[in-house]
């Protein structure tokens, strides 16, 4: 690792505003993120009914579920999008666009019509606004981890990065209050207002993301020239195998959340071990703590790297998908609270807030929106469809077809970690820590220089 392979971070000490650019970026991850789960909560809870009525309670949480898959399938294409516009336009306005676009398609989703209404037309309505919800999903999470990390410190990347991935457990919390309110209002209401109470929070992300600075390190890259032509086709070319690592990692991360929590809530619910709102306050519990954990667990790669993270969370994943069953079938809400907390807190979020410092650092500037949005996005294929997928396990195999999903899922994470290349390691943090030195003694001596010449 040489200290030029350093530079292509963005300042040594950050830029003035890093902060203020993690904040934007993470609240424009609340919004997202309250839109595109609040979705998933709704699936579980009401979508089955709603649009699919004809069907029995089972294959109804099927067709709702695939629904829910067909936006994580748009994902890679959204992310395609937004990862070429980043590296060819700049980070900021894939942040603007993303965020109207979301905005706009999860308030439609409150002014759809049901089934019982329009028929047919009802369900094809969802598919086609889960869609464009996707896309948006898809565009979001580039831009904004990028924003945050070109701007941050050497030192502290995990730390800022941690702050816009502590975004989507913040906002997981307010969906599912949202929805634990709500569950309480009559007929369709119930899930109806959820949606359209997201265009408040659009509105405030809209005015918060407009006073984002752009990137400095996308504004060397386009003041040298170095703008690439076609950067989803070059990172393909020359980074192919650190998409398909960060496809595996990310997927003990995305699709394991899908597994313990996506379908746990439905899990529980269909077998009578808990009401909604205990579901939903367990989650409400869980995504509190998860906004810690996730700045936490992402300071800590500052210490001790991003790969020791990854491996440690992939390898407790692994041996906890059976005792993630065995705790909730219990019946006992304590341990219901329990393991929705380790399942988040420890298995999701340490590997999101390993994620974020992690995948910008596996490719280089000029085409790192694409190369990281690829990574990132590609796995919520596999993720989108985990609920659907772990339902048939369960009509075949019972609860431990999704324990063993689960454990599974922890494995391709394991190799994933074990195979990708630490980005920062004991050399890294040593030039890291001596640029920073120099670089304080250089400004000591300009200042004592200028004090002299005052004199």
Known sequence: MSAQRLEMRGPIRGTKDARRVAVGSSVGAVIETYDFIGFGTAAALYFGHAFFPGADPVTGTLASFATLGVGFAARPLGGILGGHLGDRLGRKPVLVGSLVLM???TFAIGLLPTYATVGLLAPALLVFVRIVQGLAFGAEWGGAILMSYEHAPWRRKGKFTGIVQAGFPVGLLLANIVFLYSVHLPGSWAWRVPFL?????????????????????????????DIARNPIVDVIRSDWRNIVRGIGLRIAETAGYAVSITYMISYLHTTG?????????????????????TMGWGALTDKVGRRP???????????????????????????????????????QNSLAGAQGAWFPELFQARTRSSGASLAYQISAMVSGFTPFITTLLFMWLGWMGPAL?????????????LVTRETWGLTERRLAAEAEASASDDMAHCTDTTTSLTK
């Open 309 to 347: 993270v990854y491996i440690a969370s992939t390898a407790f994943a692994v041996l906890f998908g059976i005792p993630m069953f065995l705790m909730v079938n219990s019946g006992m809400f304590l341990f219901v609270i329990a393991t929705v907390v380790i399942s988040y807190a420890v298995c």
């Open 103 to 105: 905005g706009l398609a």
């Open 273 to 293: 071990l808990a009401e909604k709102s205990e579901t939903l306050v367990a989650l409400c519990i869980a995504s509190a703590i998860g906004i810690f954990a």
């Open 405 to 417: 999903l689960f454990s599974a899922y922890g494995a391709i994470g394991l190799w994933a970690a």
């Open 197 to 225: 109470a997201s265009i408040l929070l659009v509105a405030v992300g809209l005015i918060i993301r407009s006073k984002v600075p752009e990137s400095p390190v996308f504004q060397d890259v386009k003041s040298s020239g």
